[in-house]
């Protein structure tokens, strides 16, 4: 599995407008439904649940990163995409460190295995201090498609 | 970090692997377990795990055949794509090792309060 398999790139957002957690979960939730073509009604719905989930727990793992994610039912295959926010956000990461890489999953109810397959591969990428460097240092959608299109390249393991 | 120099993305370095820095055992107690709950190791469960790892002292190793992860580490836990019946090997060393060992079995065993 590679990343571009399921990160839509026409969904990225190279500077997200929202400075807040639950903003930029709306934005990005916003541009992601609307690029798969989900209604206003699915994209509200889904916005709401990735909200609750992330106060459950947050997904922000450390290292400037989160990975705000939901399972839904009207999500027929997982899509993802990445925002970028230059300010930095609170989302009550484990680390108390701002945010700057935002990746929204969105995931269908019954396939928890390609779920996590997806974790490992986004994970697996956000490990490595280059690619989040340079993904903190994107300024242009065409270089974070750039950065993706080279993660992809890169031998696994 | 990421004030220093500004490598082009086309510098972009691979194998600056993470997987070669950890150790393959800790020769401390050790356990194997079963993911018990459907929807396997995700983010949550991986919470839940790395909370309960850190109230220990001991170091934590959790493998899955030959790839092994610091289990007070989220990001590295998730990278075990551990789905339901997978097998997870849980190793400690440490002071209260045994505990520890204990615990987290059953946190897994108990599929992290999930069904």
Partial sequence: ??????????????ELKATDRNGVIREMVS????SIGLDEKDIAAISKSVIARENQGSTGFGKGVSVPHVKHPSIKKIVATIGRSSAGLDFAALDRAPVYIVVLLLSPPDNPDQHLASMENIFRHLQRDN???FLRQASSKDEIIELIKEADELPEG | MGQTEDPPPSALVPCEGFAEQIETTLNGESRTVTIANPQGLHARPVMQFVDLAGQFQSRILVRKGNFAVDGKNPMEMMLLEASQGTELTLEANGPDATQAIE?????????FGER
């Fill in chain 1, 1 to 14: 599995m590679k990343l571009s398999d399921f990160i839509l790139t026409d969904a990225v957002i190279p």
């Fill in chain 1, 31 to 34: 541009s992601l439904g609307t």
């Fill in chain 1, 131 to 133: 690619f989040r460097r």
């Fill in chain 2, 103 to 111: 615990a987290l079995a059953q946190l897994i065993e108990n599929g």
